[in-house]
């Protein structure tokens, strides 16, 4: 079946670090992949998503590449804020199924200043 | 446009009684799914309903229970609560069920502490 694997966390760095975060994935399709976020008290909000091989997602300084031939969607920031501290999920959904995404375990992010 | 609203936000019971969570998805989403999250097993689907119709099911035990009305407002209840049930209870609407791509709208959850 589908899985997905994140980088254990916690994630700490300090402020105007660069920030990677792994995530590789399995599936037997071609899947829509992306990275949800939540901060402390809240639900999941997307961060970012990419459709298909080589499409690279981007948002409020995130990046992500869908890479196909390594099966991985890490993600990436230049320069971390102590406001960018969450839990970062990764997530594919397979087209021809049920649509319902896979996620990751989610990784913790402790950014200090 | 209001997002996805979850009551209550914070509940606690004992073990054996039965609960009853409620979501109110994002006007015009017809999907809703439920999630359960926990710091041992991270965040595991229990089902999702489309048009009032249960479509998909995670491997949770028939404890675990949800309905959708027409209004697309969706419920999910737990009977004979035990402690390993305390969570955070996470509800995600959809616009359109099944199209690729498509993120969920998640609510802020319903933290249950069973003790």
């Known amino acids: 079946g589908d899985s997905v694997t994140q980088m254990e966390g916690p994630v700490t760095l300090s402020e105007e670090a660069f920030l990677t975060i792994n995530c590789t994935y399995t599936?037997?399709?071609?899947?829509?992949l992306f990275w949800y976020v939540q901060y402390p008290g809240e639900g999941l909000q997307l961060l970012l998503k990419?459709?298909?091989?080589?499409d690279k997602g981007s948002n409020k300084g995130f990046e992500a590449t869908y890479r196909k031939e390594t099966t991985s969607f890490h993600l990436e920031k230049g320069s971390v804020q102590v406001s960018d501290s969450a839990v970062y999920f990764c997530?594919?959904?397979?087209?021809?199924?049920?649509?319902?995404?896979?996620f990751g375990r989610g990784t913790s992010l402790i950014v200090h200043p | 446009k209001a997002g996805v609203t979850q009551t209550p936000r914070y509940l606690i019971k004992t073990r054996g009684q039965q609960v009853t969570l409620s979501c109110s998805p994002i006007?015009?989403?017809?999907?809703v799914s439920w999630y359960q999250q926990t710091p041992g097993q991270g965040l595991q689907f229990l089902f999702e309903?489309?048009?009032?119709?249960?479509?998909n099911k995670g491997n949770f035990p028939g404890r675990f229970s949800g309905r959708q009305f027409s209004n697309s407002r969706s419920e999910m209840n737990v009977s004979t609560l035990e402690l390993g049930d305390s969570a955070l209870y996470l509800c995600?609407?959809?616009?359109?069920?099944?199209?690729?791509?498509?993120?969920?709208?998640f609510g802020p959850g319903t933290r249950l502490t069973v003790l």
């Open positions: 006007s015009g989403h017809r999907s």
């Open positions: 997530a594919l959904s397979e087209p021809g199924g049920s649509y319902i995404p896979t």
């Open positions: 990419a459709t298909k091989a080589d």
């Open positions: 309903y489309f048009s009032e119709t249960q479509r």
């Open positions: 995600a609407s959809s616009p359109i069920a099944g199209t690729p791509g498509s993120e969920q709208f």
């Open positions: 599936a037997t399709g071609y899947p829509s």
